[in-house]
């Protein structure tokens, strides 16, 4: 049965699976790029863990006791293929992976905020390999879907689950731009790390509202800039050498765009400033990274002269009915 088939009638399910059609035409071309992910998830898919936990800082599938040495080996090659891995740690079959991000230390900060998951039908937008999906699993939520355009970190995900084994979890190649199409359909919508890379952050927000059910949350985090006057610094080209970054906004602006996309209990639990100890340089992610974003000089700010950043979180509903 395709996931599809559980969601209420109002999404739109035509344009849902032409945009679904598309995006697996663009990803099944034979071509290089493609394939780099493609083989290695082909042959990572028939190692299966009888082994799995998902309930503490690394997820861990598989032990090195399931494979033979050599088996070992030709995994870890493949998992090598997903370089460089952005989120983490991970422990496949005694192999670690140390990621990029410590995306633990993220969900420590989230996860006495959260609502309950179990039972709940959940969309992570922007799931990256699915390190945030897998710890919700943890939850026994009904289902989990993540939006992830990237082939990257699509393929990587699919991996890891093929070895994983969920069948509560699945990702597609859609994006937020897509979450519109799904009215009324989850309890909880994660967006971590997206909003700043939205040209329109209002219309992210206005139609991440619509796919929520009555009642249902919005878990939000961003990137952030220190202080408490609500504003937005829109950088001239780059901000901490990232490209595609829009509005940075501080917490207060964040919560402001919220309460005014309609939404209500707008919560801002966490804010703190961005530390080499979330995101740096690793065997598994030999770019560069924060240390090198910032302006040597001054760690204050960014390589551009901005703020550096700090990382906000905040949860929002949707009411359960429009007052009168
Ligand atoms: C900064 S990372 C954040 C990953 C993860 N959510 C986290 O908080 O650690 C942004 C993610 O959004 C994905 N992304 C890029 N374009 C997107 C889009 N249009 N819609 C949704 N996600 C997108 C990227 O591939 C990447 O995995």
Redesign the pocket.
């Known amino acids: 049965m395709h996931y599809l088939d559980t969601f209420p009638a109002a999404i739109n399910r035509p344009a849902i699976e032409a945009a679904l059609a598309e995006r697996l035409r663009w990803v099944n071309q034979q071509k290089k790029g493609f394939l780099r992910y493609r083989r290695p998830f082909e042959i990572l898919q028939q190692y299966r863990a009888r082994s799995v936990d998902c309930d503490s800082d690394t997820i861990r599938i598989g032990s090195s006791t399931e494979v033979s040495v050599e088996e070992q080996a030709a995994i870890r090659d493949q998992l090598r293929a997903f370089m460089p891995w ?2 983490g740690p991970f422990s496949i079959f005694g192999i670690d992976v140390d990621a990029e ?1 410590r ?1 633990e230390r ?1 969900w420590r900060r989230l996860e006495s905020h959260l609502p309950e998951l179990q039972g709940k039908v959940v969309a ?5 390999n699915g ?2 999906m897998f710890r919700m699993s943890a939850g026994q939520p009904e289902f989990v879907l993540g ?4 082939v990257q ?1 699509y393929y990587c995900f699919k991996a890891l689950n093929s070895m994983a084994g969920f069948h509560n979890l699945d990702i597609n190649l859609l ?3 897509h979450i519109g199409l799904f009215e009324n359909t989850f309890d909880i919508i ?1 967006l ?3 909003i700043y ?1 939205r040209s329109s952050p209002l219309d992210v927000l206005a139609s991440i509202h619509s796919a929520l059910k009555p009642g249902g949350s919005l878990i939000i ?1 961003s990137q952030a800039l220190p202080g408490d006057r609500p504003i937005a610094l829109f950088p001239e080209k780059t901000y901490a050498k990232a490209p595609g970054v829009y509005f940075v906004p501080t917490g207060s602006c964040l919560e402001n765009w919220l309460q005014r996309c309609g939404y209500s209990d707008v919560e801002l639990f966490c804010s703190h400033p961005m530390t080499s100890e979330d995101q740096r340089r690793t065997e598994w992610m030999t770019f560069e990274s924060y240390e090198d974003f910032l302006d040597p000089k001054d760690p204050m700010k960014t390589a551009e002269g901005y703020p550096a950043p700090w990382r906000v979180f905040l949860r929002a509903t949707k009411e359960k009915k429009n007052r009168p």
Do not use: Q, T
């Open positions: 952005r989120k991000w995306s993220k992570d937008i922007g799931c990256n390190y945030y939006f992830e355009p990237s970190h994006g937020v731009e994660f971590m790390g997206v890379h985090e």
